[in-house]
């Protein structure tokens, strides 16, 4: 069974302080892992998809990365519309679609 | 282009009532799913079609819950009767069959007194 593990539950940072949230995962066969933000009262939006271990992808201050057992959600200089509850979910093989999810990071920036 | 959309957005009813919630996917994609959303349990995907046909649907949680796919463009996820513990935000999400990303709506938060 497909598991995600993320960590910390919640993150409080300062506006302009870096830091990364971990996403562990357990699956027989990685056809993607992925990452979504969610703001209060929305659906989660797409944000990155990684397929093999060493990628990375970057979108402003987002920079998500990839190992055999984990990825990262680096945040550079973060900034208070960061805040979101960031998701992390995997794709096993087979000709199935379904998304595994993490119980998420809940990220607060403060000014 | 517009993205997923469901509805209502808000649901409230009583116990044993009947609920349908409403999705329509995106264009031209030929996946949908449907997930629940509660704080204990976190984001489940309860069943998901491809090109109009459930494949699998063994996340729904008892025969109260149904959901058909009459054509390309909708959705529907019924409950019946409804239960208290059925409250939850509902997200329907699509994508294309060539490609993995799948697309949320912005879900229906059911309250069930």
């Known amino acids: 069974e497909d598991q995600v593990t993320q960590s910390p539950e919640a993150l409080r940072l300062q506006e302009g302080e870096s830091s990364s949230l971990n996403c562990s995962y357990t699956?027989?066969?990685?056809?993607?892992l992925f990452w979504y933000r969610q703001d209060p009262g929305k659906g989660p939006e797409f944000l990155f998809t990684?397929?093999?271990a060493g990628e990375e992808k970057e979108k402003e201050r987002l920079k998500a990365t990839l190992t055999k057992k984990e990825s990262f959600l680096h945040i550079t200089a973060p900034k208070p519309e960061d805040s979101a509850t960031y998701l992390c979910?995997?794709?096993?093989?087979?000709?199935?679609?379904?998304?595994?999810f993490g119980s998420g990071t809940q990220l607060t920036v403060l000014p | 282009d517009a993205g997923v959309i469901q509805s209502p957005r808000h649901e409230v009813t009583e116990m044993g009532q009947e609920v349908t919630l409403r999705c329509k996917p995106i264009?031209?994609?030929?996946?949908l799913f449907w997930y629940r959303q509660t704080m204990m349990r976190g984001l489940e995907l309860l069943i998901y079609?491809?090109?109009?046909?459930?494949?699998?649907d063994s996340g729904m949680p008892e025969d109260r819950f149904s959901a058909k796919m009459p054509n390309a463009s909708f959705s529907t996820l019924k409950i019946q009767p409804s239960e208290p513990r059925d409250s939850a935000v509902y997200f329907c999400?699509?994508?294309?069959?060539?490609?993995?990303?799948?697309?949320f709506g912005p879900g229906t938060r059911l309250l069930v007194l």
């Open positions: 999400a699509s994508s294309f069959a060539s490609q993995e990303t799948q697309y």
């Open positions: 699956v027989s066969g990685l056809r993607g």
């Open positions: 990684l397929y093999s």
């Open positions: 079609f491809n090109n109009n046909v459930p494949i699998d």
């Open positions: 979910a995997v794709q096993g093989p087979g000709s199935a679609r379904q998304l595994t």
């Open positions: 264009s031209g994609h030929n996946s």
